[in-house]
């Protein structure tokens, strides 16, 4: 999909994905095309919450992506509400953060699950972090306290591979 919800050729909507991945408002478009390359690579679908730190042609984006992004089932939507509102987001969305007390291992995530995380400067506001609830906020262990957090490509993909793990997707 492109930047307001129209089908790309890549888009990949005949299929249904094991599970999302939704970026709020993304600063880094190298972190977006590692994240791209990781839902080609997986199955999942990407959803992209405008604003954009970047234009999606990016050469960075691209680079990091490389020729994967054509296989991506790519939607970007230019708010929230429009993310929340459109068919073909998730049902149930865990929400990746620093300020929560679940580690990602407790949950047992289901077919279609979305992983929201925020962008890497900000993370995700106060009004998300209420919407989403406390029940649905996870966060990955960091076993040295005291440092800031995984880097955004890193987290989805150690997220990406639990989904798989736990839906024994091979």
Not at 9 to 19: D, H, I, K, Q, V
Not at 57 to 77: F, I, K, P, Q, V
Not at 116 to 125: I, V
Not at 157 to 168: D, H, P, T
Request: charged content about 20%; aromatic content about 8%.
């Amino acid at each position: 999909m492109n930047a307001v919800g129209e089908p790309t050729e890549a888009s990949g909507e005949a299929r249904p994905p094991t599970f999302h991945v939704v970026l709020f408002r993304p600063e880094i478009p190298q972190n977006t095309g590692n994240i791209g390359r990781l839902c080609a690579i997986t199955g999942a679908r990407l959803h992209l919450i405008h604003p954009l730190g970047f234009t999606i042609t990016d050469r960075h984006l691209r680079r990091s992506g490389m020729d994967y992004w054509r296989a991506l089932d790519l939607h970007e939507h230019a708010d929230w509400a429009g993310f929340r509102a459109h068919p073909a987001s998730p049902a149930r969305l865990w929400l990746f953060t620093t300020r929560a007390e679940t580690s990602y291992w407790d949950v047992r995530y289901e077919t279609g699950d979305g992983l929201l995380f925020g962008n890497e400067g900000a993370g995700c506001p106060d009004w998300l972090h209420q919407e989403v609830g406390d029940g649905a906020r996870v966060k990955i262990p960091q076993p040295r306290p005291g440092l800031r957090s995984l880097n955004l490509s890193t987290a989805a993909g150690i997220a990406a591979y639990e989904v798989l793990r736990q839906l024994r997707v091979r």
